[in-house]
């Protein structure tokens, strides 16, 4: 059974640039997380949704982030345009069974801005 | 504002012996509680659980314990081992609640040495 992928796993991009990440969750979960994990902060939740929709965006950082689920089998996040400070991990997370009230985490992608 | 809190940044002991990590929350609605594990260059995984209902928690070689009143919880690992050194987040949120956000620590960093 596959787990959370996400792509690509590591994504290195010069200031300015658009960049996208994707995540595809686990079959039958309807909630998915996005997080950025930095040593100052831990892992830090930046949106997730429920069935495709977001619920809670108040962890985006500023407007050069965004966040789609067009599906509930796959969902990006863009960053437009980057910046070195965006160099981070990035994991996606979903949630749902065998446990409902646990979130089961992708590899992550890590982002390198120069 | 850090709801979540491991106030240990890393954490080293010897194989065989116990190895204790803490967290402590501030908000009062946390209701369940998860550990979870992080390899580099991996997502974290999920580790063991625990709800408001309970005070204590088993799963093999780890046991987490939750004191409400003190709002802390700690996991024990024994005896350590050295695949155990990794690091370990804590995380709390509302079980089976509307919105279904976790709220991580930075995490604790754990070595156990041979």
């Known amino acids: 059974d596959a787990g959370v992928i996400q792509s690509p796993r590591h994504e290195v991009t010069e200031m300015g640039q658009e960049v996208t990440l994707r995540c595809k969750p686990i079959?039958?979960?309807?909630?998915l997380f996005w997080y950025r994990q930095t040593m100052m902060r831990g892992l830090e939740l930046l949106i997730y949704?429920?069935?495709?929709?977001?619920?809670?965006d108040s962890g985006m950082p500023e407007d050069r982030f965004s966040a789609k689920m067009p599906n509930a089998s796959f969902s990006t996040l863009k960053i437009q345009p980057s910046e070195p400070r965006d160099s981070a991990v990035y994991f996606c997370?979903?949630?749902?069974?065998?446990?409902?009230?646990?979130?089961?985490f992708g590899p992550g992608t890590r982002l390198t801005v120069l | 504002d850090q709801q979540v809190k491991q106030n240990s940044p890393s954490l080293s002991v010897q194989e065989g012996r116990i190895s204790i990590l803490n967290c402590d929350y501030t908000?009062?609605?946390?209701?369940?509680f998860l550990w979870y594990k992080k390899y580099p260059a991996e997502g974290p995984t999920f580790l063991i659980s625990?709800?408001?209902?309970?005070d204590k928690n088993e799963d093999g070689r780890f046991t987490v314990f939750l004191n409400k009143s003190a709002k802390h919880l700690s996991l024990h690992i024994v005896p350590s081992q050295p695949g155990d050194s990794a690091v370990y987040f804590c995380?709390?949120?509302?079980?089976?609640?509307?919105?279904?956000?976790?709220?991580f620590g930075t995490g604790t960093l754990l070595a156990v040495q041979p």
């Open positions: 997370a979903s949630r749902g069974p065998p446990l409902r009230d646990t979130q089961y």
């Open positions: 079959s039958g979960h309807n909630s």
């Open positions: 949704f429920n069935n495709n929709v977001p619920i809670d």
């Open positions: 908000n009062s609605m946390f209701d369940y």
């Open positions: 625990i709800s408001s209902i309970k």
């Open positions: 995380a709390a949120g509302v079980y089976g609640g509307a919105t279904n956000k976790l709220i």
